[in-house]
């Protein structure tokens, strides 16, 4: 049996390319731990939190200032608690591209490199974002966990979601999928064959409409990887 894992995400950082004024790295990081650890891990950093003199909330780096012999002991007491951190570094004088120009592209592409990397590695990932472009990118899961098929375009909604999030993780060329191919997946529980004009406007679009990432060409849709594939729509 596949263990529950999970994560929470936040990034550091932003979309300028403003070198002058800007910082030229941008970085987003996990914190990765056992499900059933969950609540030894809040009590022990509530444990942290008032070893070191902090208020309710978040531990941040702000409150510790230029004072790095404190951090240097906070750390080394996060260093002890059971967890794991991943994190991807870009730096963003490396990046080329259009795409990048535009924040929302910028932000996707970007928490992609990890959510990708962290689902192909941890299956039964849940996964807790911070409150910038990665809830952007995982609109697509959202959708999943909230929306119940009620009626037959929801759940041919649904289908055709869980269809590509599956060729998401298992391809490592993430390839697109025709839409041949996608009707014969969606038809096989269905009493008439969908229509293209239906399967566009009523499928895709409105998924679009919600905020799912779709990208589509002529070699048919697939859940965009790279920056470019963020302007196909």
């Known amino acids: 049996m596949t263990q529950q894992i999970t994560a929470f995400a936040d990034e550091f950082g932003n979309n300028s390319f403003d070198f002058q004024t800007q910082g030229s790295h941008f970085i987003i990081a996990t914190v990765i731990t056992k499900t059933e650890n969950l609540e030894k891990l809040r009590e022990e950093i509530k444990d942290i939190r008032k070893k070191h003199n902090f208020q309710t909330g978040e531990i941040k780096s702000s409150g510790v200032g230029q004072n790095h012999s404190r951090r240097k002991r906070i750390i080394e007491d996060i260093a002890k608690l059971d967890i794991s951190v991943y994190a991807v570094v870009v730096d963003k004088r490396k990046l080329s591209g259009e795409g ?24 039964n990932l849940d996964l807790n974002v911070d409150e910038h472009g990665g809830n952007d990118f995982m609109r697509v899961l959202n959708f999943l966990e909230s929306e119940v098929g009620n009626d037959q375009q929801r759940i041919d909604q649904i289908n055709f979601l869980k269809l590509l999030l599956w060729l998401h ?3 490592p060329k993430n390839r697109y999928i025709t839409t041949k191919e996608i009707a014969g997946h969606l038809n096989q529980s269905l009493p008439e064959k969908i229509q293209e004009e239906y399967f566009r406007t009523k499928v895709v679009g409105n998924l679009r409409d919600k905020g799912v990432l779709i990208a589509s060409g002529r070699q048919g849709y697939k859940i965009p990887t790279c920056a470019g594939e963020f302007l196909l729509f």
């Open 100 to 123: 990048f120009n535009y924040k929302k592209s910028f932000y996707k592409f970007l928490n992609n490199l990890l959510y990708k990397e962290l689902f192909r590695t941890f299956p």
């Open 169 to 171: 993780r298992a391809n």
